[in-house]
């Protein structure tokens, strides 16, 4: 049965190894892929992660890319676990949707949120997702209005930050950010992941280059409230030097990346 809502307007225990690092303003928990934290009480948390990840449903073209995304690195730095909300921002083809639906289980919930401006192509894709995972609902609405059915655990937001700073998006960011922030609970996630901007550059480049800058936006973060509770290097790329479009072909799919997890207070 397909599931459309039409939005109106996770304390998770991690283990892992870290660096703290003390900018002079801040500081900053850095864990890299080897050590990112993952879902404690159960021995064999991994195997429902590999489970996820070799999923027949998954399409080939999506299960190519995995080398590039590291899946496995990224949820276990976010914690994935059974019986979580976590809803997926913008999940296009549903490549994380698809992910954590196997993960969080019968008891979680995942919703594939389309916003307004691209829902004509992309909610089917969502309904779609809805009518394959029992656990998925499709949902959309405007992004700096959105609200959720219950209290979510964990909001992942994947290389689309950046595209809801362009104009044609008409996306107010602060507002769509304070969205984020009351839709989860205390100690829930926002799991932020793009492509890398020049220091400096702030969001200027986000239509021109789809990029932006890592420190801009976790100022913009931030300043809703948010703690950045720490930052994965595991699709780090230090041979791209962020000058070119991340769709041209020399660096698609290999451009450097930034994830980072904030956390609601509480």
Not at 13 to 37: N, Y
Not at 43 to 65: C, F, K, M, Q, T
Not at 84 to 101: C, H, K, N, S, V
Not at 142 to 155: C, G, I, N, R, Y
Request: aromatic share 10%; net charge negative.
């Amino acid at each position: 049965m397909r599931k459309l809502i039409l939005a109106a307007g996770a304390a998770v225990l991690l283990t892992g190894c870290v660096v703290v690092v003390a900018d002079g303003t801040r500081t900053v928990i850095v864990e890299g892929a080897s050590d990112a934290p993952r879902a404690a009480g159960d021995a064999s948390w991994g195997d429902v992660y590999l489970e996820a990840i070799e999923d027949p449903r998954r399409p080939a073209d999506e299960v190519a890319r995995d080398a590039a995304r590291k899946p496995y690195d990224m949820m276990a730095f976010a914690g994935v676990n059974r019986g979580q909300r976590i809803a997926d921002i913008r999940p296009e083809e549903g490549y994380f949707t698809r992910l954590f639906a196997p993960v969080v289980g019968d008891g979680g919930r995942v919703y594939a949120f389309v916003p307004t401006r691209t829902a004509t192509r992309e909610t089917p894709l969502a309904q779609g997702l809805a009518a394959t995972y029992p656990n998925v609902v499709a949902m959309e609405g405007a992004l700096d209005s959105m609200t959720f059915p219950e209290p979510l655990d964990a909001v992942f937001m994947v290389q689309e930050y950046h595209d809801f700073h362009i104009p044609a998006f008409g996306v107010d960011v602060t507002r769509m950010n304070k969205a984020v922030y009351d839709a989860l609970k205390p100690g829930g996630y926002y799991i932020v992941i793009d492509h890398a901007g020049r220091p400096g550059t702030g969001n200027t480049e986000v239509q021109s280059l789809h990029r932006i800058e890592g420190e801009f936006l976790v100022r913009e973060v931030e300043a809703a409230g948010f703690v950045l509770d720490g930052e994965s290097d595991a699709i780090r790329n230090p041979a791209d030097d962020g000058t070119i479009n991340v769709f041209d072909e020399r660096i698609r799919y290999r451009t450097d990346q930034f994830v980072y997890r904030f956390r609601k207070p509480g």
